[in-house]
């Protein structure tokens, strides 16, 4: 058809009549034109060669139209490019959130716009709702997320300081519902808008300054809304591209509502100021120091270790990004996690013990019976995600080339002595703070806080407002002196209080009570633990012997007896502990006067000027002075070694029978070095030294 009408519009067809030129011409072009012309005129009374030129001028006449369109378009962005100065946020982009929000905030409600697009789902995350709920404290309405009203697609216009501006949020793919009118129904009526569709923001004028300022506008509303929460920004779970994506706002948490040891906090807060100070920074640059700062709160489960980094985050303003590095995909995920930080703020390693990253391999010094123990000790960490990540990964972006400035590292964990060495040395983590089980002085605290009044002088529903605030100290007084020092959990204790929320009085009468029952049901619970761990560690001796009798056998040297089993099982550890030391020598070798000197293990961590070395009472005591309830590393060494000392002699007595030879001096010797060689860093905190030093001596 577009062949014929351009024929037809090229060719004059108005006098294209039989057996003239022209009709011959279109006859040629047109097999069997001749014989539709005829059929058309008599049948229908119509000049075919009329109506095609007719079509041919009428398609011109649109294709005409569509020129002018196109260069009326031009001429217009022409005009809009040399009149307006604009800038274009991606949807992605929390900026775009905030322009959003402001809008919702200043124009639309104003100006009364009547289109709009509502959101009731990803709402809950942003400080209007928060505020809302906290303001109307109404239960029903809190069971329902409330409705945000936004803008929708296409632009937007205000006047901001003076300025004309414009904001369009722009249609993507995604948002499009293709309705059954096409593409004549305008967007705002044909789709919803998904959240990622980029704005641009334009403003009547030559420079792109009062957009700067009024984005800057909308990031200040923002913050504002946001005073009262501690904003904390996740990473997403298992995407394709790793990125900060899920906010959530948490209310404020005041740090004095974390109880521990006073004199730490202090030391905390004010080594967290020093840090922050603009001085520091130029200090640190200017001696070519990188600008970082890592801290790891240790202590059992609900000591408070993430209450502590949020109200850390609370009061220094800070957002603070969580990191669950078990669901990052590999390490330059996340490299780019951390090259996406801002440059002030607090990234939050939870449980950094159980990430299921491994230790590097090769730098394990476990012996055989620690690792046993180990696995008895660590049931749960057989149920542990691993992650993808390498632990190299993990240290590069602490503290590697690759590692921004300008952002505190709080890392958590149960089990700090399981930390790699590398993982805690000074530039990674610079303070090691342990959060113990809580004290009677904290448990007044606790106590005070759940039933005094609050900052803007509430007191409490119920039959507690009633209750002088006098009476409540004695209360408080006499309730933490039933506290055992450094037995219960905060959180137990908090758990504890909430039963009693409104019953100060019956809280501090039960409490005796109540401890009684919580240490019987902690001590069963030991009990049990203890009792699975030796079955478990019974069953990996019976499968060992087994492997040894399999292999006596094998070897054909007719050993058989339980004795002569262990005798050779002893006789293997010792080979083994041998050839590890061996080893190891072959990395340190330094013998002067023919004494073999151990070197000192890396202390830095240890050596470091940390607050509070001596045990503190109140629940928290720094690392060097306490290593929590489990059995160290360095004292199962040293207890193996006390296993070993004696498997020593029993090895000699059964190689003499053997017929072998076997220095026990060197063996000593060698085992001595064992403990010189903390396997976990925090040897190297508390025993490594001193250790390392007498049997160097010896
Ligand atoms: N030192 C503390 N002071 C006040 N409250 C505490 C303290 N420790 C724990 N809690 C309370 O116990 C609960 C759990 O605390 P949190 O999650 O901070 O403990 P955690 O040490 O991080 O636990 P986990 O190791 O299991 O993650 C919270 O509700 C918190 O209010």
Not at 485 to 496: I, N, R, S
Not at 599 to 619: D, E, I, Q
Not at 623 to 634: D, G, I, L, Q
Not at 689 to 695: F, S
Request: charged share 25%.
């Amino acid at each position: 058809m577009n062949s014929l009408l351009a024929l037809a519009g090229t060719t004059s067809l108005l006098g294209a009549r039989p057996g003239t030129a022209s009709f011959e011409q279109l006859e040629e072009r047109i097999p069997g034109f001749g014989v539709l012309q005829n059929f058309f005129k008599s049948w229908l009374g119509v000049d075919l060669t009329t109506v095609l030129t007719a079509a041919a001028l009428m398609g011109a006449a649109s294709s005409g139209v569509r020129t002018i369109q196109a260069s009326g378009s031009k001429v217009y962005w022409w005009i809009i490019r040399f009149l307006t100065a604009s800038i274009s946020i991606a949807g992605k982009d929390r900026l775009n959130r905030e322009v959003l929000n402001w809008l919702g905030a200043h124009v639309l409600t104003t100006k009364g716009t009547r289109v709009l697009t509502a959101h009731s789902e990803t709402i809950q995350t942003d400080a209007w709702h928060h505020r809302r709920v906290l303001e109307r404290n109404d239960y029903h309405h809190e069971k329902r997320v409330p409705v945000q009203y936004l803008p929708t697609f296409g632009a937007t216009w205000f006047i901001h300081g003076r300025n004309l501006f414009m904001v369009r949020r722009i249609l993507t793919t995604s948002s499009h519902y293709k309705s059954a009118w096409g593409n004549q129904t305008p967007d705002e009526y044909s789709g919803a808008p998904q959240g990622d569709e980029p704005l641009v923001v334009m403003c009547l004028g030559r420079s792109v300054e009062p957009i700067k300022k009024f984005l800057d506008s909308c990031r200040v509303f923002a913050d504002k809304q946001r005073e009262a929460f501690v904003t904390v920004r996740a990473s997403k779970a298992r995407s394709y591209e790793e990125s900060w994506d899920t906010t959530i706002l948490r209310p404020l948490r005041p740090l004095e509502t974390v109880h521990f040891d006073e004199k730490i906090k202090a030391e905390l807060v004010a080594d967290l100021e020093n840090y922050l100070d603009p001085s520091t920074r130029k200090f640190y640059n200017g001696r070519g120091i990188p600008y970082r700062r890592g801290y790891l709160f240790y202590g059992p489960p609900g000591t408070g270790k993430t209450s502590l980094s949020l109200a850390l985050a609370g009061m220094f303003g800070l957002e603070l990004y969580l990191l669950h590095v078990p669901s990052v995909s590999d390490d330059r995920s996340l490299e780019k996690l951390f090259a996406a930080l801002p440059p002030r703020c607090m990234v939050l390693l939870e449980d950094i013990d159980a990430v299921g990253i491994k230790r590097r391999p090769g730098k394990s010094d476990d012996s055989d019976d620690e690792k046993d123990d180990k696995d008895s000790d660590s049931e749960e960490e057989r149920n542990l995600p691993s992650s993808r990540c390498t632990l190299a990964g993990l240290l590069n972006v602490l503290d590697g080339v690759a590692s921004q400035e300008g952002r505190i590292v709080l890392m958590t964990s149960n089990f700090a002595e399981k930390l790699d060495k590398a993982l805690v040395r000074p530039g990674r983590v610079d303070r090691i703070i342990y959060l113990g089980n809580i004290s009677p002085r904290s448990s007044e605290l606790m106590f005070m806080r759940m039933y005094s009044r609050n900052d803007e002088g509430q007191a409490p529903a119920g039959t507690v407002a009633k209750i002088p605030e006098a009476e409540l100290t004695q209360l408080a007084l006499s309730f933490s002196k039933e506290i055992p020092d450094e037995v219960l959990t905060p959180a137990q204790l908090q758990g504890y209080l909430l039963n009693y929320r409104e019953a100060p009085v019956e809280a501090a009468a039960n409490i005796r009570a109540w401890v009684a029952e919580e240490r019987r049901i902690m001590d069963a619970a030991k009990e049990k633990a203890r009792k699975a761990a030796e079955k478990r560690r019974k069953r990996r001796r019976e499968n060992k012997l087994k492997a040894y009798a399999k292999m006596a056998s094998q070897m054909g040297n007719g050993l058989g007896s339980d004795a002569e089993l262990e005798a050779l099982e002893r006789r293997v550890q010792n080979e083994k502990m041998k050839r590890h030391l061996q080893a190891q020598k072959k990395n340190e070798p330094q013998k002067t006067n023919g004494k073999t000197q151990v070197k000192a293990p890396v202390t830095a961590v240890g050596k470091r000027p940390l607050p509070g070395n001596a045990a503190s009472t109140n629940g928290v005591q720094e690392t060097r002075t306490t290593v929590p309830s489990r059995e160290s590393a360095a004292e199962r060494v040293l207890a193996g070694n006390a296993a070993s000392t004696n498997g020593i002699q029993e090895t000699q007595k059964e190689t003499d029978d053997n017929g072998e030879a076997r220095g026990s001096e060197s063996t000593a010797q060698e085992t001595e070095k064992t403990v010189g060689d903390p396997s976990s860093p925090l040897e190297s905190l508390s025993n490594g030294d001193k250790i390392t030093a007498e049997k160097t001596e010896s």
